[in-house]
Each structure stands twice: as structure tokens, then as C-alpha cells.
Antibody, heavy 115, light 108 residues
Framework: DVQLLESGGELVQPGGSLRLSCAAS????????MNWVRQAPGKGLEWLSGLSDSGDDTKYAASVKGRFTISRDNSKDTLYLHLNSLRPEDTAVYYC????????WGQGTLVSVSS | QSVLTQSPSVSGTPGQRVTISCSGSTSNIGSNVVNWFQQFPGTAPKLLIY???RRPSGVPDRFSGSKSGTSASLAISGLQSEDEAHYYC?????????FGGGTKVTVL
């Protein structure tokens, strides 16, 4: 089965850091660009970042540029998102999404930022 | 405030045809493709339409997409109870994807 499985979400204090992981299976991970998209509770979708298949080209939304870093390890079929300087408004479910056209979505991992 | 504008809700009776609109600008919809996503409560979004009007394998043909200028539309023909969900449009905008605020489809 083609699958994306996120992990790493937890409760963190404002100003804290976190690393999210997304384990891919069922497809050739290194052939696909990947993305992170989040959804705050009761709100819509927000694209955060994208990364080329090789990892050479990265893109970020203005809201997270300089605070979040996307990376990948093609030898481990895993995508990462490093979150720094977290704010309460970063509280959301974070989804890992395959392909430039946002084809396949993981089930999401919840990040809560609160003191 | 979402970059793309969608009406918050639309409703219809079973068998009816409903349309969801998505309005953008020349920076996004006007110069890039539009994708549509379906999301049920508590679950991840699912790609419904890509490249404006193409359906991924497994998506019923009662779902159709179109684009004209800086606007796009998703039509659901023969509305069914299982179509009750949130629907989001998305398009590329300079250096990233932008989404609409979502439309809740209610089957009466």
C-alpha cells in the first residue's frame, strides 16, 4: 500500500522546537517532490513548504520562512520538518503530502503550542 | 483570510447538481492549474481534481472541474449523501500553493 505516516507532533511551549517526520512506503520516495501542509483546529488548509525530489530546491510560505526547515533522507524514505520558535498560532495538524500536485496525504500529526 | 475565495457553504438534495466556485487572481488561478480536495471530518484531505479538470483514478465521474480566467469551479452531479464534506480549491501562487477557505457541502 502507498502510505505516508507522520510522527513527532506533541505539546510544546511557546518558543520551543520540534521535529516532525514522515515515513513513506509503497512508492519510490526519491522520485517525488514532497510538501508539508497544516490545518489549524476548525480552520482551512495552509501550505507550508515544498522540497524537490533530490532535496536541492526548497520553498516556504512567508508565514514560516526562517522558522521552519524542510529536509529529506532518501536513503530512509523519510521527510522532515524542523519547527523552531513555535507560537500558539502554529497549533495545527501537520500533513505530509506527496508530489508537486499534492496527490497523496498522510493522516497528520498534531502539534500543540501552549504554556 | 484565504488567498482564494470560496463560498462558505452550499447545499442540495440527493440527485441535484451543485457547483462550488473558487475565485483568485492573475497571480494564481489566472496563470496556474487548480486542484480540488475533499475532506471529511477528522480525516486527511483527498485529491479530487487536478490540472483543472482531471480526475485521479477512483474518483467518480459525477465530480468535474473547470477553469476560466481567474476563477474555477467544482461541480457535483447527482449529489449523494456521501458527498457531504468540505471541499477546498488550491492553486500555485508565485512560490507556493494557496488554498481557498473551503466550502461545506450539505446534502439535505
Amino acid at each position: 500500500d502507498v502510505q505516508l505516516l507522520e510522527s513527532g507532533g506533541e505539546l510544546v511551549q511557546p518558543g520551543g522546537s520540534l521535529r516532525l517526520s514522515c515515513a513513506a512506503s509503497g512508492f519510490t520516495f526519491s522520485n517525488y517532490a514532497m510538501n508539508w501542509v497544516r490545518q489549524a483546529p476548525g480552520k482551512g488548509l495552509e501550505w507550508l513548504s515544498g522540497l524537490s525530489d533530490s532535496g536541492d530546491d526548497t520553498k516556504y510560505a512567508a508565514s514560516v520562512k526562517g522558522r521552519f526547515t524542510i529536509s529529506r533522507d532518501n536513503s530512509k524514505d523519510t521527510l522532515y520538518l524542523h519547527l523552531n520558535s513555535l507560537r500558539p498560532e502554529d497549533t495545527a495538524v501537520y500533513y505530509c503530502v506527496q508530489d508537486e500536485q499534492l496527490v497523496l496525504w498522510g493522516q497528520g500529526t498534531l502539534v500543540s503550542v501552549s504554556s | 483570510q484565504s488567498v482564494l475565495t470560496q463560498s462558505p457553504s452550499v447545499s442540495g438534495t440527493p440527485g441535484q447538481r451543485v457547483t462550488i466556485s473558487c475565485s483568485g487572481s492573475t497571480s494564481n488561478i489566472g496563470s496556474n492549474v487548480v486542484n480540488w480536495f475533499q475532506q471529511f471530518p477528522g480525516t486527511a484531505p483527498k485529491l479530487l481534481i487536478y490540472y483543472n479538470d482531471r480526475r485521479p483514478s477512483g474518483v467518480p465521474d459525477r465530480f468535474s472541474g473547470s477553469k476560466s480566467g481567474t476563477s474555477a469551479s467544482l461541480a457535483i452531479s447527482g449529489l449523494q449523501s456521501e458527498d457531504e464534506a468540505h471541499y477546498y480549491c488550491a492553486s500555485w501562487n508565485d512560490s507556493g500553493w494557496v488554498f481557498g477557505g473551503g466550502t461545506k457541502v450539505t446534502v439535505l
